[in-house]
């Protein structure tokens, strides 16, 4: 345990033993004072030790502000009570959609431990009656919609959901800011989700489940100017969810902070991860190590070597449980170690 002085925010000297194994960046950011403290002393402590942990060496890197800033909005919450329920399907915490964009007409695979998802692009069909691939969801707009959806029909017991009139509301609403080629980046990634079909399968070749079925049945849409393309955004004001995910939700839901969600937004990685956690974490009943393989095949399968992917995988997991103040997890040599927590809405 390294045992380092450092000044608060306020400037006050103090000791505190800030990198033991245990420690988290909540910790960290409440013994040293602040998130900016906190950043400095992981500078010190990486500098002092020949070989520093996973969380001094990120928080001391270019992440490390974001993170620690995101623990202590975190801790704020759950202080003050103004965390956000919300839910999303346990099968999207096991297999994820692409971190970015995909090629528009090619179907997006992922193959896990757990599940297997196969994503297959929606179509558009044009005043003309061409028809237009517009590609399979991706990044952290399409994953903060998801959430949205799903915690809407959940919350008010309909497949039925009211979106927003216009592409700026819209945005407006999922908190994740507003204008420029945002307005039309979450238009197009809505559009995504409400055509595209989704395949999850659990299990193997001689015994499984398999859900097959488009997210959305039906959807009402008004054309809006996209300026960054010379031409229209569809803004989907209406939808209905198919039964079969609606139905699958219900069954299987896994409680999130909306909140948490939108302070990751920047990774959709760290989205992937929290949600992860999310629903691994309250599963298990004793410390349970995940392997790097694990991980590289859920979290990393388009990053070639493993090797590359461990020090890929390291701030977005961190920046992942900074948003979660509850989470009973770290890095290992060997992988991820697991313990059982508390959901990460509790009231």
């Known amino acids: 345990m390294l045992k380092l002085k450092v000044l608060n925010e306020e400037g006050i000297e103090g000791q505190a033993d800030l990198f033991g194994a245990a420690a988290t960046v909540h910790d960290v950011v409440t013994a040293a004072g602040g998130p ?204 209905q969810l198919s039964q079969a995910f609606y139905d699958e939700v219900q069954r299987h839901p896994v409680l999130v902070d909306r909140a948490a969600i939108r302070s990751i937004a920047t990774s959709p990685l760290a989205i992937d991860i929290y949600l992860w956690l999310a629903y691994r974490l309250c599963a298990i009943d004793k410390e349970t190590p995940v392997g790097w393989e694990r991980l590289w095949h859920q979290f990393g399968s388009r990053v070639r070597l493993m090797k590359n992917f461990r020090s890929q995988f390291s701030p977005p997991f961190h920046l992942a449980l900074s948003a979660y103040p509850g989470a009973n997890a770290r890095v290992t040599d060997r992988g991820v170690l697991l313990a059982p927590s508390k959901p990460p809405v509790t009231h």
């Not at 500078?43 to 974001?66: C, E, F, H, I």
């Not at 238009?187 to 488009?214: I, M, P, Y």
Request: aromatic share 6%.
């Open 36 to 239: 900016r403290s906190a950043v400095a002393a992981a500078q010190v402590a990486t500098t002092a030790s020949s070989k520093p942990g996973s969380l001094p060496r990120v928080l001391a890197g270019r992440s490390g502000r974001l993170i620690a800033d995101t623990a202590a909005a975190a801790m704020s919450r759950d202080v003050d009570g103004s965390m956000e329920r919300g839910y999303t399907y346990s099968a999207w915490c096991l297999a994820g959609l692409p971190h970015r964009e995909h090629p528009i007409d090619q179907n997006w695979l992922i193959d896990t431990d757990f599940a297997r998802l196969l994503v297959r692009p929606g179509v558009r069909l044009c005043d003309d009656n061409s028809q237009e691939p517009i590609g399979v969801p991706y990044g952290s707009f399409a994953r903060l919609l998801l959430v949205d959806l799903q915690s809407e029909a959940l919350e008010h017991g309909s497949r039925e959901i009211a979106m927003e009139r216009s592409a700026s509301a819209l945005v407006a609403r999922l908190g994740v800011g507003r204008g420029g080629p945002t307005n039309g980046k979450v238009a197009n990634q809505l559009e995504r989700l409400a055509t595209c079909s989704v395949d999850f399968a659990f299990g193997t070749d001689k015994r499984g489940v398999v859900f097959n079925q488009r997210l959305v049945d039906a959807f009402e849409y008004v054309a809006e100017p996209d300026y960054r393309t010379r031409g229209d955004m569809r803004v989907i004001e209406r939808l």
